[in-house]
């Protein structure tokens, strides 16, 4: 899991998305974010909520999204399935369910159903990064970069990734 945490911080940095870290109480259940994480985007907000569930009840979070003018989010949690509030306000949410959790299956099917009953969007990541990429022409990232991307943290698709990089470094050799 931890592994798919740190897999969907980097998707802000490979695409240069705004990102928004945050906790509900970091000496509570949750804990803090892994370092890991926060490595990632040294820079970014991180909201150190003083124990509200739900993110949007924070007048800091709730700020920080405002602040990033975008009205779509992708978003991944310890428990998703309580912060619902995003699209009750508008904005058109991309869950990442490899990067997300809750304390057992039934309870995560459970949080699946009600997030598409809201109108989230539940993907994993390889459809997260295909859908920002778009085209595997597009140049910021470039293909290369989001392969690169791939075979660090999805090993299912790694072997394709490292094909197509060859395919790509031969081509330009030739």
Do not use: C
């Not at 985007?41 to 150190?48: L, T």
């Not at 509030?85 to 058109?92: F, H, I, Q, V, W």
């Amino acid at each position: 899991m931890l592994q798919s945490v740190i897999a969907h911080a980097a998707i802000g940095n490979l695409f240069n998305l705004p990102t928004i870290m945050t906790t509900s109480a970091e000496t509570g259940p949750n804990g803090k974010l892994p370092k890991e994480v926060t490595d990632l985007h040294p820079n970014a907000p991180y909201i150190k909520r003083n124990g509200e569930v739900d993110a949007w009840d924070n007048p800091e979070f709730k700020a920080a999204v405002k602040a990033t003018g975008k009205s779509q989010m992708i978003i991944a949690g310890i428990v998703t399935e309580v912060s619902l509030s995003l699209r009750a306000e508008g904005y058109e949410v991309f869950a990442n369910t490899e990067a997300s959790g809750t304390f057992n299956d039934k309870l995560a099917a459970d949080a699946n159903r009600r997030m598409e009953g809201a109108g989230v969007h539940l993907m994993g990541m390889f459809g997260i990064v295909a859908d920002l990429q778009r085209d595997w022409r597009n140049t910021s990232p470039n293909a290369t970069e989001v392969f690169a991307y791939m075979d660090k943290y999805q090993a299912p698709v790694a072997l394709m990734a490292r094909h197509y990089s060859d395919a790509i470094s031969s081509a330009g050799n030739a």
